[in-house]
Nanobody, 114 residues
Framework: VQLVESGGGLVQPGGSLGLTCVGS????????MNWYRQAPGKKREWVAT???????NYADSMKGRSTISRDNDKSTLYLQMNKLTPEDTAVYYC?????????WGKGILVTVSQ
């Protein structure tokens, strides 16, 4: 299993950013997919989940300004984030859990700053 994130970078407060995660080594369409993040000095926290049927759930901090989506044909997971604030600065991780084994991408840094 391999999860590879891309799309991070520097964005100004109030801006938007899209993250991408490409999965390989497993049947992407068969598994729930998640985004997590870890801010400097803080614990890793859950951001959003998308089910195999496309149902979504979000952490309260991201609800209303983020969209998680997936393209099973491309084995790709997305996270679109809007109205970003400095508190959104973190390393964002793609995650899936299969048969009680968790798999993580290496993470991608998102920095929200002037």
């Amino acid at each position: 299993v391999q999860l590879v994130e891309s799309g991070g970078g520097l964005v100004q407060p109030g801006g938007s950013l899209g993250l991408t995660c490409v999965g390989s080594g497993f049947t992407f369409s068969s598994w729930f997919m998640n985004w997590y993040r870890q801010a400097p000095g803080k614990k890793r926290e859950w951001v959003a989940t998308i089910s195999t049927s496309g149902s979504t759930n979000y952490a309260d901090s991201m609800k209303g300004r983020s969209t998680i989506s997936r393209d099973n044909d491309k084995s790709t997971l997305y996270l679109q984030m809007n109205k970003l604030t400095p508190e959104d600065t973190a390393v964002y991780y793609c995650h899936m859990k299969r048969y009680d084994v968790a798999y993580w991408g290496k993470g991608i840094l998102v920095t929200v700053s002037q």
